[in-house]
């Protein structure tokens, strides 16, 4: 198994069909650095080859799912561009935020189900994230906020195209135009989680159950590729 910067994969039981992909900087509540987008296409690449994964569960190391992305990683986008003239300098932007956005579509193109176990912070860029997820659960201390407005930058690595699809367009508006921050009991009301558990032990119980009980048999594994192809 590749060893990663950014990311853990476990395998929690042997034989089992279900692996899990942490989100793992804890010491930085799991931003999402540079090795972040570089390493997660490939880690969501190398699972959904394995013919001994069947369900993949994402989750975050530490206290907290995920605290968006890391501002170093956002200084660097611009940092880069700062020497050129114009007509490169937007270029270049266009082509980094195409590269980050790859990253996240990953997700929504693996043939494998991915389910979003969310406890802690769920901000900004982790919105892209479980938006592009097949499943989405949440322990009552998740809270959420599409942060993006707040930084004068938009949402657009996926919360903007995905979001509107999962609580209705006025809602998505909503909550990407205030930054607000919302709860795990709104996030469910609004349909962002399916189920809302009342702790994280709970959380991380409920979605291991819920995974094995997905898996069954060999055609129901590849139900999801046959609706993609």
Do not use: W
Request: with cysteine; proline share 3%; hydrophobic share 40%.
């Amino acid at each position: 198994m590749e060893e990663y910067k950014s990311l853990k994969i476990i395998q929690k039981s042997p034989n089992s069909l279900v692996y899990y992909l942490y989100l793992n900087r804890p010491t930085h509540l799991n931003a999402l650095s540079q090795d972040f987008f570089t390493e997660f296409p490939k880690a969501i690449s190398s699972l959904d080859q394995n013919p001994d994964v069947a369900v993949i569960i994402l989750a975050g190391s530490g206290k907290h799912f995920c605290s968006g992305i890391d501002l170093h990683t956002l200084g660097d986008v611009f940092k880069e561009t700062d020497a050129v003239d114009c007509g490169r300098k937007v270029e270049r932007l266009r082509r980094h935020i195409k590269f980050l956005q790859e990253a996240i579509t990953a997700l929504e193109c693996c043939r494998k189900p991915v389910i979003a176990a969310v406890h802690g912070a769920c901000i900004g860029g982790a919105i892209d994230i479980i938006t592009a997820c097949d499943i989405r659960y949440c322990s009552t201390d998740a809270f959420f906020s599409v942060k993006e407005v707040d930084l004068a930058i938009t949402a657009d690595l996926g919360t903007l195209q995905r979001l509107p699809s999962i609580v209705g367009f006025g809602n998505a508006m909503e909550l990407a135009l205030t930054g607000r921050r919302f709860t795990g009991s709104e996030a469910k009301d609004l349909g962002l989680v399916s189920k809302l558990f009342t702790s994280k032990e709970a959380l991380e119980e409920g979605v291991k159950v819920v995974a094995k009980d997905s898996i069954g048999s060999e055609a129901q594994r590849k139900g999801k590729a046959q609706v993609q192809e």
